[in-house]
């Protein structure tokens, strides 16, 4: 697919006026990018460029595009070695659209959940989860999401900070310190008693690596 060209055009579309293409476009990249071998996502991520084409897309005025997008971003990071390459290479500036994101008014509980998704993502890598964890302002936005009610939010919310404090991961005790600090724990406590099953089970797992 590299040879025929495919990322470029698909990225061609992607940047196109007409929304309805450049949904298109970003939507075959984003499963294009689905399991796929790192050289396949360097080469998305070169054509798209960070802070151009694939920043735009994230604030796109079609919401639909911007859900697309963060697909996107959410399958070019996965897998620990796929996101340690791309945050060891581009994490402050990830970091940022992520910020930027978690803070913008505007932003729907869908926009919200994936962004949040793909900090789980960056959680789970053995590298990239130290810019999550020297990042306190989006930390305390991961927190302001799983107090403020919306479930789909805590549970990614949720998913998030497992990946942080799991206990076999190296550094784990420093991280579950400085997010006790930050009062993860005491918001955690507080949603022992959701009605929602998925939440429930996962909270009581993050506990379970907090209290231990």
Known sequence: MLELGIVDIMAKLARHADP????????????????AEEKVKKQIFRVLRLETSLYQLLYDNDVEVTLKALGLVRNLLSTRAHVDYFMSNYGE?????????????????????????????????????????????????????????????QISATLCISNLVWNEEEGAPDRQAKLRELGFERVLK?????????LYDRVKTVLH???Q
């Open 190 to 198: 507080t949603l022992r008693s959701s009605a929602d099953s998925r």
């Open 93 to 153: 500036d990830i970091m940022q659209v992520i910020k930027g994101l978690l803070e913008n008014e505007l932003s729907s509980v869908e926009v919200i959940e994936q962004t949040l998704c793909i900090l789980g993502n960056i959680a789970n890598g053995d590298l990239s989860r130290a810019f999550l964890m020297n990042s306190p302002d989006v930390l305390k936005k991961v927190l302001f999401f799983l107090e403020q009610g919306d479930v789909r939010l």
């Open 20 to 35: 309805c293409l450049r949904l298109n476009g970003v939507w075959a990249l984003m499963n294009m990018a689905f399991q």
């Open 209 to 211: 690596q907090l209290i």
